[in-house]
């Protein structure tokens, strides 16, 4: 299964984005998925994980301004970005991941990513 991220755009600070990740096939089966950003100069880092039984996880710095969920019906992964910050600029990727207690793997081959500028 080939995930693919789309939904970004430039919005102004404050503003709210809502970003898909869409599966090539069923994503029911995935244990879980999880949203990733790549800002300019800096290494792709983990933003939210959601799992097969609709736990999620968060990174500190969005924890109450984004929201992942996922629509198995519709094979498809979203994340609602509230409040957006500059510092949010970024590439956002979604992919396959595995969960190994604290350690989060992922799995599968990075699409293209979806732009999201935020600006201030």
């Known amino acids: 299964v080939q995930l693919q991220a789309s939904g970004g755009g430039l919005v102004q600070a404050g503003g709210s984005l809502r970003l898909s990740c869409a599966a090539s096939?069923?994503?029911?089966?995935?244990?879980?998925i999880s949203w990733y950003r790549q800002a300019p100069g800096k290494q792709r880092t983990l933003v939210a994980t959601?799992?097969?039984?609709?736990?999620?996880d968060y990174k500190d710095s969005v924890k109450g301004r984004f929201t992942i969920s996922r629509d198995n019906a519709k094979n498809t992964v979203y994340l609602q970005m509230n409040s957006l910050k500059p510092e949010d600029t970024a590439i956002y990727y979604c992919?396959?991941?595995?969960?190994?207690?604290?350690?989060?793997?992922?799995?599968?081959?990075w699409g293209q990513g979806t732009q999201v500028t935020v600006s201030s």
């Open positions: 959601i799992n097969s039984g609709g736990n999620t």
């Open positions: 096939g069923s994503i029911s089966s995935i244990d879980a």
């Open positions: 992919n396959r991941v595995t969960v190994l207690g604290p350690y989060i793997r992922p799995l599968g081959l």
